[in-house]
C-alpha cells in the first residue's frame, strides 16, 4: 500500500478531537475525492516506555485488518502533562486496488492514575455501536491497569507472562483462590481476552497434533510413561512461562493429574489409563519457547515420539520442525516449516486466519497450578 495523505495536528483540546479529526479529513478529501473514512472499529493500544517501539508494527497490522479509529495511550509514572492535551492524525493509504482508506488517531500521554479520566475521552469519541479491541504493552508493575482495560473492550490482546496469577485467576473466573490466596473479582468470564503467549505456542501445538495423526504414536497413549521437555529456564532457574502453558495444553489433553512435584517436573496419575505419567523439565536453549518435546512409553515397546525445532530454527521466518516416531531400531522422520515473527505476527495471524483459542482457559488453570506448587509435593 502507499501512502495517500496525512494531516497531523499537535496539542489539540481533547474536548476538540472529534471536530479536529472531522475537518483533517475533509482537507485531505479536498486533495483526494475518493477518500473513505472508516467507521467501523475502535482500537485502542496501551503501553508503556519499555514496550513503545513494538507499537507501530501493532498499528501497521491493525490499520489493515481494522481500519477505523485508533487510541494510542503512553503510560508513564513520571508524565507531567495535561491530559486535556492530544494528538490528532488522519493517515490514508492506497491499497493495491486503488482504494484510498482513512484511519484516525488520538494519541495521549498520561500516568497510571489518569486512566480513568481518559475513559471518559474514550466514551466520547469511539465509534458508536462497533466492537472495541485493545492491545496492552505494560509492565507487570501496571497490572491493575491492564485489568481494567480487559474489562472495558470487548477484546483485549495481552501477553500472561507479564500478569501475577492472581490477575490470571480472575480472566478464568477458577476457585483457586483457596489455595493460592488470590481473590477472583469475575466468574466465568476471560472469553473476551486473547493471550499472545498462548498464539505464540499454536505451532508447537499443532505439531504435536501433527505427530499423533498416524496409527505407530497414537498407540503410545495408552501406554505412556515419560514427556520430556527441552525448555527455557529464567535467571531465577524456573521454566518460562510458556513452558507450564505448554504442560498445561498437553496435561487438559491427555487427562493428566500432578500427583507429585520435584525439581526435575512432576508426576502425573493418567486419568483415563490410570497409569503414571512424569513430565519432566529440562534446560534447552535461550528463548521463550520450547526446542524438543519427547513422548515415550515404557522400555519394552520401544515406541517413541520426538517433536524438535532444527537448527536453526529461525530461518526466513519460518519456524523449522522435525518429527521423529521411533518404534525399535525403526525411525521415521518428517519435517515441516511455520510462519513465526513474534507477537505483532501472532496477532496478524489471528485476523487474517484465525486462531482456535480453544482449551485456552483449562490449559491456563492447569498451567498456573503447576506453577504454584513447591518443589517436593506430594498429593494425597
Given at each position: 500500500?502507499?501512502?495517500g495523505?496525512?494531516?497531523?495536528?499537535?496539542?489539540?483540546?481533547?474536548?476538540d478531537a472529534?471536530?479536529t479529526l472531522a475537518r483533517?479529513?475533509?482537507?485531505?478529501s479536498?486533495e483526494?475525492?475518493?477518500?473513505v473514512?472508516?467507521r467501523?472499529?475502535?482500537?485502542?493500544l496501551?503501553?508503556d516506555?519499555?514496550?513503545?517501539q513494538d507499537?507501530?508494527?501493532?498499528v501497521s497490522v491493525?490499520?489493515?485488518v481494522r481500519?477505523?479509529r485508533?487510541?494510542r495511550v503512553?503510560?508513564?509514572?513520571?508524565?507531567r502533562?495535561?491530559?486535556?492535551?492530544?494528538?490528532v492524525?488522519?493517515?490514508c493509504e492506497r491499497?493495491?486496488?486503488?482504494e484510498?482508506?482513512?484511519?484516525e488517531?488520538?494519541?495521549m500521554q498520561l500516568?497510571?492514575l489518569?486512566?480513568?479520566k481518559f475513559e471518559?475521552?474514550?466514551?466520547?469519541f469511539?465509534y458508536?455501536?462497533?466492537?472495541?479491541?485493545?492491545v496492552?504493552?505494560?509492565?507487570?508493575?501496571?497490572?491493575?491497569l491492564?485489568s481494567r482495560?480487559?474489562?472495558i473492550?470487548?477484546?483485549?490482546?495481552?501477553?500472561?507472562?507479564?500478569?501475577s496469577?492472581?490477575v490470571?485467576?480472575?480472566?478464568?473466573g477458577?476457585d483457586l483462590?483457596s489455595?493460592f490466596?488470590s481473590?477472583?473479582?469475575?466468574?466465568?468470564?476471560g472469553?473476551n481476552t486473547?493471550?499472545?503467549?498462548?498464539l505464540?505456542?499454536?505451532?508447537w501445538r499443532?505439531e504435536?497434533?501433527n505427530?499423533?495423526?498416524?496409527p505407530?504414536?497414537?498407540?503410545l497413549?495408552?501406554?505412556?510413561?515419560?514427556?520430556s521437555?527441552?525448555?527455557p529456564?529464567n535467571?531465577?532457574?524456573?521454566?518460562s512461562w510458556?513452558t507450564?502453558?505448554?504442560?498445561?495444553?498437553?496435561?487438559?489433553?491427555?487427562?493428566?493429574?500432578v500427583?507429585?512435584?520435584s525439581?526435575?517436573?512432576?508426576?502425573?496419575h493418567?486419568?483415563q489409563?490410570k497409569?503414571?505419567v512424569?513430565?519432566?523439565?529440562m534446560p534447552?536453549?535461550?528463548g521463550a519457547?520450547?526446542?524438543k518435546?519427547?513422548?515415550?512409553?515404557s522400555?519394552?515397546?520401544?515406541?517413541?515420539?520426538?517433536?524438535r525445532t532444527?537448527v536453526?530454527?529461525?530461518?526466513?521466518?519460518?519456524?523449522?520442525f522435525?518429527?521423529v516416531?521411533e518404534?525399535?531400531?525403526?525411525?521415521?522422520?518428517?519435517?515441516?516449516?511455520e510462519?513465526?515473527?513474534g507477537?505483532v505476527g501472532?496477532l496478524e495471524r489471528?485476523?487474517?486466519i484465525?486462531?482456535?483459542t480453544?482449551n485456552y482457559?483449562s490449559?491456563l488453570k492447569?498451567?498456573?497450578?503447576?506453577?504454584?506448587l513447591?518443589a517436593?509435593f506430594?498429593?494425597?
Amino acid at each position: 500500500m502507499s501512502s495517500g495523505g496525512t494531516k497531523e495536528f499537535q496539542s489539540v483540546p481533547s474536548s476538540d478531537a472529534g471536530a479536529t479529526l472531522a475537518r483533517a479529513f475533509e482537507e485531505l478529501s479536498s486533495e483526494n475525492e475518493d477518500l473513505v473514512r472508516v467507521r467501523s472499529a475502535t482500537n485502542l493500544l496501551v503501553y508503556d516506555g519499555e514496550h513503545e517501539q513494538d507499537i507501530d508494527q501493532f498499528v501497521s497490522v491493525l490499520s489493515e485488518v481494522r481500519p477505523g479509529r485508533f487510541f494510542r495511550v503512553g503510560v508513564s509514572e513520571d508524565f507531567r502533562g495535561k491530559l486535556d492535551d492530544v494528538k490528532v492524525s488522519v493517515r490514508c493509504e492506497r491499497s493495491d486496488t486503488g482504494e484510498v482508506y482513512c484511519v484516525e488517531f488520538i494519541e495521549m500521554q498520561l500516568s497510571p492514575l489518569e486512566f480513568k479520566k481518559f475513559e471518559s475521552i474514550l466514551s466520547a469519541f469511539r465509534y458508536p455501536g462497533v466492537p472495541l479491541h485493545a492491545v496492552v504493552r505494560l509492565h507487570r508493575r501496571h497490572e491493575k491497569l491492564t485489568s481494567r482495560v480487559i474489562e472495558i473492550a470487548d477484546r483485549a490482546f495481552v501477553s500472561s507472562e507479564r500478569l501475577s496469577d492472581s490477575v490470571l485467576h480472575t480472566l478464568i473466573g477458577s476457585d483457586l483462590e483457596s489455595a493460592f490466596g488470590s481473590s477472583s473479582r469475575r466468574s466465568g468470564e476471560g472469553s473476551n481476552t486473547v493471550d499472545l503467549n498462548w498464539l505464540a505456542l499454536s505451532t508447537w501445538r499443532q505439531e504435536i497434533r501433527n505427530a499423533f495423526s498416524t496409527p505407530i504414536p497414537c498407540s503410545l497413549l495408552g501406554n505412556m510413561s515419560l514427556i520430556s521437555l527441552e525448555v527455557p529456564f529464567n535467571e531465577k532457574g524456573a521454566p518460562s512461562w510458556s513452558t507450564y502453558l505448554l504442560c498445561g495444553w498437553l496435561m487438559n489433553r491427555l487427562g493428566l493429574a500432578v500427583t507429585a512435584s520435584s525439581s526435575h517436573g512432576f508426576e502425573c496419575h493418567n486419568e483415563q489409563t490410570k497409569g503414571l505419567v512424569e513430565l519432566r523439565l529440562m534446560p534447552g536453549a535461550e528463548g521463550a519457547l520450547p526446542t524438543k518435546v519427547t513422548f515415550a512409553d515404557s522400555e519394552a515397546s520401544g515406541v517413541r515420539v520426538t517433536v524438535r525445532t532444527a537448527v536453526p530454527s529461525l530461518v526466513e521466518g519460518l519456524m523449522q520442525f522435525e518429527t521423529v516416531v521411533e518404534r525399535g531400531e525403526e525411525a521415521f522422520r518428517r519435517s515441516s516449516s511455520e510462519k513465526y515473527d513474534g507477537d505483532v505476527g501472532c496477532l496478524e495471524r489471528y485476523y487474517k486466519i484465525g486462531e482456535s483459542t480453544e482449551n485456552y482457559l483449562s490449559s491456563l488453570k492447569e498451567a498456573l497450578s503447576l506453577r504454584g506448587l513447591e518443589a517436593g509435593f506430594r498429593g494425597v
